[in-house]
């Protein structure tokens, strides 16, 4: 594998980079027996493209741990194709051999499995090391199951995460991908059908600094702690403290776990929460089964081939999809439709402006940048009333002229307007444009990362450029958009 990388490496590491070099990785034959039809290909991007994708790497759109905090930030994204990303920016003392990190990205982008967040990209120009894996919308195993809302998890579902899990190791383990860094809670995410998928930015290490645990000292394999080295059966261990998180409901020190174990405790170590749902058996075989894994002798850890049909055996309501035994719509469902939304969904442009023409500026609250008092000059007003034409005209159905007045506004760079990206993208829609109607519709998002009418008139666009599939992508995604600003504005 390594002579493969080393000959298909691209450029982005010298000064000659292309920008718009796109990479694709040959998979046949890496496919998971039972993987889906389609995978990703795996692909260079470029660092615009993902600037774009993430709304300039926005606040509002980190997903990780800690936030802005965090050494490495990952972001949520959309390509302009309406695929959802997940984008890990490293910080830029991160990898500073480049070579090393193309490598790496490249041998675990050509794992491929329906039990992993598969790794689809990379980024290498100049600094920045960013990663890019297919997006898990629906949170991770930390929040599920430390930080519970509407319900804890349901022992069945705890039971399906740890073979998902142990199933993802396996797999990974016969690509010769043995060792993963920092396994813990917050790297099992849920995807759309609230199945659980593993992390594969934990497939490599964070930083040139070759730490590969970041959690609390309590947590780390005693032989990383004596010799600073991670070995495949570091895992196994780690694999041993989340099947203690998943019983206990909690972040138990596996020495105290431990100790409980040893003095046959074992109702102090169960979630209260578990209470009737699983027969005594059954916790005893799970016990059993973490407290091999945490062993200090190497050797007395099981491999995954020894866990993966033991944790089978123990499957319960195999037939029950995800996302009912974790109280989640799925996938497929569709939430109901505004008026704007349905007038979207028809591509019935008439109510589409009608609906925008009462909205008027409304959602530009909050987000507008708008112009300071020392800059109010005769230059920035007759710029302000250029914009107020392009508004009579968009007012009136007189689409050509409120492109034009729309232009000049923007050309100015005086304001950023979200709603007026999204006014010019209707107009160009009313008079044949459809792929200007696209890049306003992206230019909106990106000033607006999370404004359904964004998507919404992406779809539309997407529609008329005879990208179906793209169109109800996007469309669906308006429609989870606005429902989400409902759902917020009703608990203010």
Known sequence: MGSQCSTLLPPCCSESQSKAAVLEVADAGNVEENGADYWPAFREFTFEQLKN??????????????????????????????????????????????????????????LRSHRLANLVGYCCEGDERILVAEFMPNDTLAKHLFHWEAQPMKWAMRLRVVLHLAEALEYCTSKGRTLYHDLNAYRILFDGDANPRLSTFGLMKNSRDGKSYSTNLAFT?????????????????????LLLDLLSGKHIPPSHALDLIRDRNLQMLTDSCLEGQ?????????????????QSELRER??????????????????????????????????????????????????????FDKLGYKDDEGVTNELSFHLWTDEMQETLNTKKKGDAAFKQKVFKEAIDCYTQFVDAGTMVSPTLYAR?????????????????????QIISPVWHVASYLQGIALDALGRENEAQMALKEGTSLEALRVQNSEQK
């Open 53 to 110: 994708a993430s709304s300039g790497f926005a606040g509002e759109n980190i997903v990780s741990e800690h936030g802005e905090k965090a050494p490495n930030v990952v972001y949520k994204g959309k390509l302009e194709n309406q695929t959802k990303i997940a984008i890990k920016r490293f910080n830029r003392m991160a990898w500073a051999d480049a070579r090393q990190f193309v490598e790496e990205a490249r041998s675990v982008g050509q």
């Open 221 to 241: 394999p005693p032989e990383y702690l004596r010799t600073g080295r991670i070995m495949p059966e570091s895992v196994i261990y780690s694999f041993g403290t």
């Open 278 to 294: 699983f027969s005594n058996d059954d916790g005893t075989e799970l016990v059993r089964l973490a407290s091999r894994c945490l």
């Open 302 to 355: 099981p491999s995954l081939k020894v866990l993966v049909p033991a944790l089978i055996r123990l499957q319960k309501e195999t037939d029950v999809p995800s996302h009912v035994l974790m109280g989640m719509p799925s996938s497929e469902s569709v939430s109901p439709l505004s008026s704007f939304g349905d007038a979207c969904s028809r591509k019935d442009l008439t109510a589409v402006h009608e609906i």
């Open 424 to 444: 010019r993208s209707l107009c160009y829609l009313m008079t044949d444009r459809p792929q200007e109607a696209l890049g306003d519709a992206i230019q909106a």
